[in-house]
């Protein structure tokens, strides 16, 4: 009974044909903008976390293996987040445009398509370790709205006959025989291809699309914690790092030298997070457990009123960080000290790991001997005056000066669990990455800047160079095949800060390569062995070519 009475089409050929199979997928584009747009909306109220996008990009990152991710890291270094945010777009439009083509053949294809897309998502929301029941509701909105959408796109390419015998016009039948003829046409001969009113419904959908993502990002951006935070007054110091000596900063006169204190929106970011856990500093609890005679759990308050508060300025490094890389920066932290709480909640000997758990799920193993032993190694919550930038951890961070932050430096720490390296391996070792992570001897030149050539004459040849916890007794540099000639360095502040140093150097025209190097206060010279980052931090000396005109 299903014979159509029409006559074929004669502008649209038999089957799909060319060009509505290039509107159909459109169409699954235009849906999944939508599908996304929505989520992004719904993500708005219930966090941003469990935005589909989002969720979808972290589970990426919890399941690639670690190659793929040193690779994301070396090649887009701070930037990787945005290189997956993109990378999960493209994968998901060449899936809308396959959904949209297989949607013109029969309609039920496209509706399971996008279900699927948004299990998916909705799967990614509530698996990850903060997981929520309500954080699958952007996925199951944006299901609804692309199905929607799907559908309503794809009805102008391939209209359903305007009465089959023995139906009653669609207007006249119940919601559900209505839907089900929706569903049910297919790209019959002789349906009509109706583009106007196909363009129409795809401008809906890039305004339904564009207006709810944007609203959506705003929502998720304006949260309240930002302005909590705002509102947070950081205790006094009881030990206050000291004054810097005049002239300690260098880079008051040298162009291109990096500060002696890194300003917080330029500090490098390195994380596992796609949006940085957001914690209410009324809702924040640090709990000890594991080998301790009696943890205790400690509110932001508690912390804050310790007449033990430290300031100090200290020097962080990823370990991801290449040679002459930016993954580097220095702060004046402010904290409690670490080895003091944690002796106070009696902690038992035989624990050689601390467990660090941050809110977002993520876990950090740092060794028990140098919280206890690295001086300064503390419960951070101020970085350079003001409570902790949020995706640096607020509102409470470990820092511990000498080691790599991916075996110290626990953002958004909400657990500490004395263990051993036996027991568990953290989210890192999991992935093959050194146990041990001292922070390794190294320099860089910031100045001058190899992408952009200059006129021969006297210029200074500056940068940095850090080795935490034994400090920087010299830095050499040398000039092509020259001898190695040393470098002033600023004054020392502490052991676990970078120094910076400078040489003045006449230039002559044509092509240089300067080429730096450090060492310690316990004598280590940096070596020129060249050592990728992976699996315990990069080493070889930093050259760079410079054009002397
Ligand atoms: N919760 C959490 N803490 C974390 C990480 C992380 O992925 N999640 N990354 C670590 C790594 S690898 C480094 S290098 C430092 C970077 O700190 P920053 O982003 O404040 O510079 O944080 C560490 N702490
Ligand atoms: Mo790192």
């Known amino acids: 009974m299903t014979t159509t009475l029409r006559a074929p089409d004669p502008v649209a050929p038999a089957g799909p044909g060319r060009a509505r199979r290039g509107l159909a997928a459109l169409a699954g584009l235009l849906a999944a903008a939508v599908a996304l747009g929505v989520g992004e909306l719904v993500a708005g109220f219930v966090g941003p976390a469990a935005s589909p996008v989002i969720a979808v990009g972290d589970a990426v990152i919890a399941l690639v293996p670690e190659p793929v991710t040193a690779f994301a890291i070396r090649t887009f270094g701070e930037d990787d987040k945005t290189a997956l945010v993109a990378g999960t777009l493209v994968v998901v439009a060449l899936y809308a445009l396959l959904v949209g083509v ?57 209209t359903a006959p305007a009465s089959a015998p023995g139906t009653a016009p669609a207007a006249d039948r119940p919601l559900v025989g209505r839907l089900r003829a929706v569903l049910a046409a297919g790209d019959r001969n002789g349906a009509g291809l109706d583009r106007r009113r196909f363009f129409l419904t795809g401008a809906a959908a890039v305004g339904v699309a564009a207006v709810t993502g944007g609203g959506g990002r705003l929502l998720q951006r304006s ?46 970011r390195i994380d596992t997070a796609l949006i940085a856990p957001r914690i209410r500093p009324a809702d924040y609890r640090l709990e000890l457990t594991g080998m301790f005679d ?91 005056g003001e409570p902790l930038p949020v995706i640096h951890g607020f509102p409470v961070r470990m820092i511990i000066p000498g080691l790599y932050g991916y075996v110290s430096a626990c953002k958004w720490l909400v657990s500490i669990e004395a263990t051993t390296f036996d027991a568990f391996d953290a989210y890192w070792i999991e992935r093959d990455w050194a146990v041990d992570g001292p922070i390794r001897i190294a320099s860089r030149i910031d100045t001058p800047d190899m992408r952009r050539e200059f006129p021969a004459g006297r210029r200074a040849i500056a940068g940095v160079a850090w080795a935490q916890t034994r400090g920087i007794a010299k830095v050499e540099v040398r000039v092509d095949d020259g001898d190695w000639a040393e470098a002033r ?31 310690g206060a316990d004598g280590e010279v940096q070596t020129d062995e060249r050592a990728d980052p992976f699996p315990a931090g990069s080493t070889g000396l930093h050259s760079v070519e410079v054009l002397v005109g």
């Open 223 to 268: 949260t309240e914690v930002t302005s909590l935070r705002a509102g947070i007054r950081l205790p006094t110091p009881s030990s206050p790092a000291a004054a810097l000596p005049a002239g300690a900063d260098l880079s008051r006169g040298i162009e291109g030298l990096t500060p002696l204190t890194t300003r917080n929106g330029e500090f490098y």
């Open 489 to 519: 360095l600023s004054p020392e502040v502490d052991a676990d800060l970078w120094r910076q140093w400078v040489l003045p150097h006449d230039f002559t025209p044509g092509r240089h390569v300067l080429t730096v190097r450090a060492t």
């Open 102 to 158: 297989l949607g013109l053949r029969d309609r039920r294809l496209a509706v399971l398509g996008v279900v699927l897309f948004g299990t998916v998502g909705a799967l990614a929301a509530l698996t990850r370790p903060a997981g929520a029941p309500a954080d699958v509701l952007p996925s199951l909105a944006g299901t609804a709205a692309g199905v929607l959408a799907l559908l309503a796109l794809l009805a102008p390419l391939a």
């Open 294 to 384: 009696s943890p205790r759990t400690y509110t932001l308050d508690d912390l804050f009123e310790r007449d033990d508060v430290i300031e100090r300025d200290i020097t962080l490094t990823c370990v991801s960080n290449e040679v002459g890389g930016a993954l580097v920066g220095s702060a004046r932290w402010i904290g409690v000290p670490l080895a003091a709480l944690l002796r106070e909640n009696g902690l038992r000997p035989g624990s050689d790991q601390l467990l660090c758990r941050s809110e977002d799920g993520m876990t950090i193993g740092a060794p028990t001997r140098s919280a206890l032993e690295v001086e300064d190694a503390m419960l951070a919550f101020g970085m350079n």
